[in-house]
Nanobody
Framework: QVQLVESGGGLVQAGDSLRLSCAAS????????MAWFRQAPGKEREFVAA????????FYADSVKGRGTISRDNAKNTVFLQMNSLKPEDSAVYYC??????????????????WGQGTQVTVSS
């Protein structure tokens, strides 16, 4: 099993930046592709960004492209999401997700069997 724990969320103002972290533990010796999703109240879970195991491939939702950067440190089993120029519509619970895969990225949440508990991001206007 793999456990994922997110951190770094909080209350910020529009235009601010946040760096979310996702620490993995447990069976981390495999090759895992990782992603960030978010879910606002009353809305479906939404793909934000994904990164391949090597970090060589990344993919972003149009809503965060140019403002978000996903990265990873495999030596520390940690994935990051840097979000800049935050907007009120970015407010949501942000979830880290993982799947065993040596290559590629996936945007469908059903492809990820491992999930964290989420971290709340609230952006005030």
């Amino acid at each position: 099993q793999v456990q994922l724990v997110e951190s770094g969320g909080g209350l910020v103002q529009a235009g601010d930046s946040l760096r979310l972290s996702c620490a993995a533990s447990g069976r981390t010796y495999g090759r895992f592709a990782m992603a960030w999703f978010r879910q606002a109240p009353g809305k479906e879970r939404e793909f934000v960004a994904a990164i391949s195991w090597s970090g060589g491939s990344t993919f972003y939702a149009d809503s965060v492209k140019g403002r978000g950067t996903i990265s990873r440190d495999n030596a520390k089993n940690t994935v990051f999401l840097q979000m800049n120029s935050l907007k009120p519509e970015d407010s949501a619970v942000y979830y880290c997700a993982g799947r065993e895969a040596s290559f590629g990225v996936m945007v469908n949440y059903a492809a990820y069997p491992y999930w964290g508990q989420g971290t709340q991001v609230t952006v005030s206007s």
